[in-house]
T-cell receptor
């Protein structure tokens, strides 16, 4: 299995507080992605990175920021969490060629109260 | 903008029968990849099968096959001889290049498959 770790696995926080989720990989893959999964919506791309300090927005990027200061770590930050950001967050990694599958982390269950 | 559509929110199949899960896509990029993932109730995302836009043959992986109809922009997943363990959410996804050259994977909303004994 691909070496990809998400932390924390579960988090409960209050509206208005900042939250940072971490994705760590040991595969040296170029691409890293953050998705959120909500019932009826499938997986929606938040942000992704195609190299150190190279990031781009996905379809639901409002309210989220990311950083990638080294190959192995990709951070997702909710600057001021809202209840609508309660979700399961998945990190995924991949080598960046069209025919290569992505490997997914185990997910982070975030509840914003 | 690319788009993946899965029109079946839920499907039921009897054990040992075959089932087809539908997926249509929309892209203007001639080079793209199509993937199917399985998500059991435990939550992990499991890769099942891949089809490239230039592949001439339909992809197969064990009991999984992909019915790729390029002109119709469809990439349906066929599961043969269904097993109880096939009960899960199934996601179709498409990977293509942005104008800037980076790649991203876009998912459909998923189909929940239930296999009945």
């Amino acid at each position: 299995d691909a070496g990809i770790t998400q932390s924390p696995r579960h988090k409960v926080t209050e509206t208005g507080t900042p939250v940072t989720l971490r994705c760590h990989q040991t595969e040296n893959h170029r691409y890293m992605y953050w998705y959120r999964q909500d019932p009826g919506h499938g997986l929606r791309l938040i942000h992704y990175s195609y190299g150190v300090k190279d990031t781009d927005k996905g379809e639901v990027s409002d309210g989220y920021s990311v950083s990638r200061s080294k190959t192995e770590d990709f951070l997702l930050t909710l600057e001021s969490a809202t209840s609508s950001q309660t979700s399961v967050y998945f990190c995924a990694i991949g080598p960046g060629t069209t025919n290569e599958k992505l490997f997914f982390g185990s997910g982070t269950q975030l509840s914003v109260l | 903008a690319q788009k993946i559509t899965q029109t079946q929110p839920g499907m039921f199949v009897q054990e040992k029968e075959a089932v087809t899960l539908d997926c249509t896509y929309d892209t203007s990029d001639p080079s793209y990849g199509l993937f199917w993932y399985k998500q059991p109730s435990s939550g992990e995302m499991i890769f099942l099968i891949y089809q490239g836009s230039y592949d001439q043959q339909n992809a197969t992986e064990g009991r999984y096959s992909l019915n790729f109809q390029k002109a119709r922009k469809s990439a349906n997943l066929v599961i043969s001889a269904s097993q109880l363990g096939d009960s899960a959410m199934y996601f179709c996804a498409m990977r293509d290049r942005t104008q800037g050259g980076s790649e991203k994977l876009v998912f459909g909303k998923g189909t929940k498959l239930t296999v009945n004994p």
